[in-house]
């Protein structure tokens, strides 16, 4: 699950990146940096917040 959520963060981050070569219209790119920051999201929040909170100190 870390390394799922890891990919998402970081695909998440290097598709508006990448986003910014392949279009010129604004509004193509904001969607796009959307989609990339939504796909950040669910791979910090989704993925690795909850591998992080089973192992959680204050549970042991």
């Known amino acids: 699950?870390?390394?799922?959520?890891?990919?998402?963060?970081v695909g998440g981050w290097l598709i508006?990146?990448?986003?910014?070569a392949l279009t010129g219209s604004a509004?193509?790119?904001?969607?796009?940096?959307l989609v990339g920051i939504g796909m950040?999201?669910?791979?910090?929040?989704?993925?690795?917040?909850p591998a992080y909170v089973k192992d959680a100190v204050w549970k042991k």
């Open 16 to 20: 508006p990146i990448f986003g910014l």
């Open 1 to 9: 699950m870390k390394i799922l959520g890891l990919l998402f963060a």
């Open 27 to 33: 509004a193509l790119r904001l969607v796009i940096c």
């Open 40 to 49: 950040c999201l669910v791979g910090i929040l989704g993925f690795l917040n």
